[in-house]
Structure formats: C-alpha cells, structure tokens
C-alpha cells in the first residue's frame, strides 16, 4: 500500500474516530474494551486479521523484549492465539470499534513522526518512539495505544511458564491436592430484637 | 435450629441449581411468596433469611452455575466466566473497569474476601442527609454479628500475613497512618491467593457455598442463566417477572413468575436498567443517577529485597483513617497480584524499562487503593447498549493524589528502592524527597490513569423524601407497594471501606422489615 493511500485510510479513520470519541474511547477498557448490554458473538473464527496479526507482533516484540532477558521468550508464548480468544467476548460493535482503532495505530505512523510507512513496517526503535508519542498523544491516542499493550500483556502473562518465571506460582490448588471444605453447615439462627422501622 | 449434637456430624447442605437446559422448551411459569432477582451478597441473603420464616422463594441468577471444582485459578479464564461482560464492562469513556461478578453467587464468589463494618458515621451521614435515622450504628450491630458470625469473618491472624502485608502496615504506622490486619470471610485460607479467581477449595466464604446452599436446603428454587428482563404492573405492584433463560448453545426460554414480594438483588449496574427497561418506579427521576464506584488503583513498588507479594492471602493488611471520611477519604490494601495485573494497572513502562521491571517481580511491594468518590455517574441503555457515564470528578481528583502520595510515602518507609505511580505513560518515583513534587504534578484526565472499580454503588438511592431518592428507609420502593430493593445501589453515598459486608447486614436487616410486615 502506498503511503498516499494510508494517509488517506489514516484521516478518514481519525476523523470518524473523532466524530465518535467517546465511543471509540470505550475500547481502552482495563482487560478489554467495552460497556455492552449484548451478549457476545460468540465464535471459533479469527478474530485478529492477518495484518492485525503482524501489527501486533511488531508491537510485542519492542514492548516485552524478551530476548536477553529471564522471561520466556515471546515465540513461545501463543499471544497471538490468546488475544483472539479474548476479542471473542466482545460483541460485535465493541469489536468493531477495535478494529477501527488498532488500523488508527498501525496507519497512524504515516502522519505521526512522518515515517510514510505502517507502524508494521517501523525499525524497533522507531516504534519504540511511536508507541512513547502515542502514550503522551491526546485521549484517543492514550486509548488505543492503552488498549493495544493490554491486550498484548494478556497474551503473553496468561501463559502460566511465562508468569512462573518471575515467580508468580500460577494455579497451584490441584497440583498441591489442597482439600474442598465444601459447603458450609447450617448456621445457629440468632433472633434479633428490633424495635425499629 | 439447635446446635448439633457433638456426637453427630451433620450432613452438609445440598445447592440445588436448575440451570436453563434442565426448563421444558415451552418454558416455565412459577409462583412463589418471593422472587429474588440476582444471587449474590444481598440476594443470597435473602433467599435464606425468607426461606428460613417458610416463605416459598425462587432467586432468579443472570449468571451461569460455575461449581468451585471448574475453577482454574487462572484469571482470564475466570473473567471470561465469572463476571460481568467477560470482565470487560467499563465506563463510557473506557479507562476504568467495573467488575463484577455474573454467577451463581455473584461477586462474593470473586472479591478478595475483604469485609469491613460501616464506619458509624456514615451511617449517622445516612440519617442526617437522607433521613435514614433507622440505619442506626446500634441497630445494625447485631446484624453485622450475625453475618460475621454466619460468614466466618475474622481479622487476618499473622499465618495469614505474608511480608508484603507487614511491610506495608508497618511502613504505615512509620509515617502516622492507621493500619492493621484486614478482616476476611474465608475459614481456613489455604493462603493459595486465588480469591478473585474464585476458591477452588471453598475456604472463601462466598454466598455460593454458604447462604446460597442453606437457602436451597430450605426449599428455594434457584435458577442460574435466567435474567429478569420485564415486569408487568398493575396497581403500584408488580404482578408477574418476566425472565428469559438461555442455554450455552444460545437457545432461549421464557420463565413467568408470578410472586407476592419482588426482591431486587442485581447490583448497583444491572438493578437500574431493569426498571429502566419497563419504565416504572421512577417518580423521582433518580433512578440510576447517584453512581460511585470506590476508583481503584494498583500501586507496585520495587523493594531491596525479595517479599514473594503474590504468595498467601489476596488480602492481608490496610491502611488509612477509616474511621470518619471527614477525617480520611482512601484506604490502602496490601494484596497479591499475577505479572498480569502488574502489568495491566501499573506504569511499568515499555521495552527495556518493562522487562527490567517485571523481572523484578519477586521484590515488588503491592497494593489495592481506592478513595471514597462523589455520586456524580449514571447507569443507563443507549442504543440498546449499556452505559456507565462516569469519570473521576475533580473535586475527586485530590483524593486520587492523596491515596497515590500516602501509599509512595508507605512504600518508601518500608524499604522501597522507588515507585510505580498507576498511570497510564510511566511515572517513577525514585525517592522519598521526590513524592510531593510528582503527585503534585499530576493532571486529572481520561485515560491517564490506570482505574478499576470493584465497588458499584448508589444508583437506587434510599432515603426519607421520595423526591429525592428511589426507595425508602425500609428498602421498599416509593413507587412500588411490593418491590424491595436490596443491593449496594441503594447506598446514598459510598461506604469508604468495601460494602460486602454491609451489603450482607443491610440485606439481613431488610428481610426482617420484609418478614415483620407480613
């Protein structure tokens, strides 16, 4: 895609993410986006497209940088795998809404540091400075880069050897045997004297 | 019912549940002397305490039935099936989550555990401003006993307060802040830390294996996957509940029950949207205005050496002046977190500067906050989508820095090398010296800073002038002659101290004004 093209993919996106902020805005969500009163549409399909897939790697890669480091490395976690199982438990508008946002951030380094290239396409270094813009950028921006690291961070902590190599125990009840007390006796009934209202 | 025999042992009581596959597909019509919509902290209470006077009771649960046994302990699989929306419902502006718990059991299966009294003066705040001088400290005593007891709450023994805990109380007491052992529903913790995941080993004492099971073994009908969506009115009462209960394959089926008493127990969130839906009760206007949510943060910070926070209570110590909220407007948790929740709440930063952090686990001090906010949101349908319009008011914000300054100042009393501040750009404190100039500095705004709400509150209000709240002193509604409303959304202000304990008393309390007027 020509950078002319995504320039004009990233307005257009930006204007109707601004047309609707507070919709939009809705999809930095600490665990997820979303404030729904529709159930979610539920489904086996991929949620993440392939681009979204990519633009997400090239995210994780600069924002956890496993190599070098006591952390599992992020090729042996399935992040990917994980995000899309959770974008399966928002409805469609909300998903919707993240899909707009997450092509805001990837076409966004067209304009934003004039890079003429998808945050994709970026040296590590320069979407370390991308990211770092979008984190003091305005509401929208500090939403959707929000929404982007959450969702990388559940895919890889919710790997139980990831987060036990930082020595988190993770579940622990049925590898230790530990008892059910299961449910409580019926208690003693205490009356109460009570004379008012 | 006496004590038993010392000789004999027993049986424990059965849950009963009838789940949305076990209803006939031509659906199912009931009556009862009560129907309770939603099952946890007040619904299960009332559930038993009707039950137990031999009323016939049916509690009607949006949630699924998820049994201990299915839980993980792995937290995203537990907020995809334990909570509200998959865990994901948030405000309207997006930057601050609402949890709650959507199953047999309701939040109490999900919270930490933590149990708090009232403060007596708010209470006495309830009499004053909202004519509630019923809610008397002496008179809910003997309810707060009662739960206490029933509940197993106790104050944390020192086997059930890991470093991270002591650390943080004593940092507390170095710099003049109150503090001590938090008190838990849990009887004999296994100290496994899972509690917001569920407890596998039901040491929690949540209402799915307490007042839930009794209520069962009395004769309450309990139906999971069944949400109340409309009533019908005739008279200033309703007549008839209108549910609709759905299978896992999505598959639906109409439950009617028509019931004498109508007891809504369905959270601070969903209780005004059901009157919403059938436009009734709401003279006054109030109905889900008057939202408050105790904004929560997670403040990290790094320790010279190894504390193991996240090994043994969720929960294990707090800190602040709970006493008065004239005096002290924020408390201070010591709790357990996954590099999960670490990383979501805290400012860890990116690239080198996060994995520098994270790795560091092992010597993180951590910690819950939360400020005792104004009730300036609104819960409400727009589009056929629900919304939350809340954001952190200003005359709220210095309570924010307030909480973020005394807990830096904590943390750096009890050996902290430097602070992770909970917004969302990184902000570190590297010393004691540092912490007035950073919070000093700090802006209110949308998504700055990293918020949670584990606290609903205020959307029913109650209170002595039906112009100005939704239900009265006794839980009834102004509007309606047998609708009781139960659940935290009746609170006129925020409690300052987690509500499930009060949810519990004020619940036991309201069934005895419900039992007492026949």
Known sequence: MSPCCCYAIWVRLYRRTFAKLGVLAGAGALVLPGCTGSPPARSDAAQLSPAERVMFERFAEVYIPTEGTNLKPLSEVPYLDNIDRVLVFLDAPTLDEVHTGLKLFDYGSVVIGLHFTRFSNLHAEDRLDYIRKWDDGGETQRAIVGLIKKLVAIGYWQDVEAARRVGYQGPVSDEAKILSLGNAPMPVVVAIANESP | ?518
């Not at chain 2, 206490?148 to 104050?155: A, G």
């Not at chain 2, 309990?222 to 394959?249: C, D, H, P």
């Not at chain 2, 004020?506 to 004004?513: G, H, T």
Request: with cysteine; proline share 5%.
């Open chain 2, 1 to 518: 019912m006496t004590e038993p025999s010392p000789n004999t042992v027993p049986a424990l009581p059965v849950l009963s549940i009838r789940q949305p596959e076990d209803i006939p597909a031509r659906g199912l019509k009931l009556e009862a002397d009560a129907v309770v919509i939603g099952s946890g902290a007040s619904g299960g209470v009332a559930a038993y305490e009707l039950s137990l006077s031999g009323a016939k009771v049916i509690v009607l649960e949006a949630g699924p039935y998820v049994k201990s046994e299915q839980f993980t302990e792995r937290l995203v699989e537990s907020f995809q099936t334990l909570y509200e929306d998959g865990g994901n419902q948030a405000n309207k502006s997006g930057d601050l989550v609402v949890l709650q718990g959507a199953c047999i059991g309701g939040s109490t299966v999900v919270n930490a555990a933590v149990c708090f009294r009232a403060p007596d003066k708010v209470l006495e705040s309830w009499g004053e401003n909202h004519g509630l001088d019923n809610l008397t400290p002496e008179t809910m005593t003997p309810y707060f006993d009662r739960v206490e007891k029933n509940l197993h709450i106790h104050p944390n023994g020192p086997h059930e307060i890991n470093l991270n805990g002591r650390l943080i109380a004593e940092g507390a007491k170095k710099v003049g802040i109150p503090a001590g052992p938090a008190s838990r529903n849990i009887k004999h913790c296994a100290l496994t830390g899972h509690c917001i995941a569920g407890c596998k080993t039901d040491r929690k004492q949540s209402m799915l294996v307490t007042y839930l099971p009794w209520a069962s073994e009395l004769g309450a009908t309990i139906l999971s996957g069944t949400r109340a969506e409309s009533f019908e009115v005739r008279n200033g009462r309703i007549t008839q509940v209108n549910a609709i209960a759905t299978e896992a394959n999505g598959s639906s089926k109409l439950v009617e029950i028509k019931a004498g008493l109508v007891i809504i127990a369905a959270g601070a969130v969903q209780t005004p949207l059901l009157f919403q839906k059938s436009a009734i009760g709401n003279s006054s206007g109030l109905i889900g205005h008057n939202f408050a949510c105790h904004p929560s943060t997670a403040m990290i910070a790094e320790h010279r050496d190894d504390i193991y926070a996240s090994l043994g209570s969720t929960i294990t110590t707090y800190a602040g002046n709970i006493e008065d909220p004239k005096e002290g407007s924020y408390l201070i948790e010591a709790g357990s977190m996954d590099p999960m929740s670490i990383t979501t709440a805290s400012g860890g930063g990116i690239g080198l500067e996060y994995t520098d952090f994270i790795q560091e686990n092992k010597k993180l001090l951590t910690s819950v906050t939360l400020i005792h906010d104004h009730n300036v949101g609104r819960v409400y349908m727009e589009n056929g989508r629900k919304r939350i319009d809340y954001d952190l008011d200003d005359r709220d914000f210095p309570s924010l820095q307030e909480v973020l300054r005394a807990t830096s100042k904590i943390y750096f009393a009890a050996g902290a090398k430097r602070v992770f501040l909970p917004t969302t750009r990184r902000t570190v404190i590297e010393s004691a010296d540092q912490v007035d100039s950073v919070i000093n500095s700090l802006e209110n705004g949308k998504h700055r800073y990293k918020l949670v709400s584990y606290h609903p509150q205020g959307t029913m209000r109650m209170g002595k002038d039906p112009k100005k709240s939704v239900v009265g002193p006794d839980g009834r509604m102004h509007d309606l002659d047998n609708v009781y409303v139960i659940d935290a959304s009746l609170f006129p202000t925020t409690l300052l101290v987690n509500p499930q304990e009060t949810v519990y008393a004020m619940a036991s309390y309201l069934s005895d004004r419900m039992l007492a007027r026949g």
